[in-house]
């Protein structure tokens, strides 16, 4: 007679794994939305990724200038 395998156990464990990690990571968004809600800049202060960038068209770098005659 054929061995009943141990699949079901096995199987319940993981998905229990399963399931607490998507609850460390539902909390750990949580915080960090919360986090980020609280943390506000100060007047004056400018985000570092957006700092120095203009609205509309950008300046072209030096080396691409109108008056460039490195082609010459």
Do not use: C, Y
């Amino acid at each position: 007679m054929a061995k009943k395998s141990r699949g079901t156990f096995e199987k319940r464990q993981k998905e229990k794994e399963r399931q607490q990690k998507q609850e460390a990571k539902r909390s750990r968004r949580l915080e960090t939305k919360q986090h980020k809600a609280t943390a506000e800049l100060k007047p004056g202060d400018q985000d570092p990724d957006i700092a120095g960038i203009r609205p509309g068209p950008q300046p072209l770098p030096e080396q691409w200038g109108e008056n460039s005659n490195d082609d010459e």
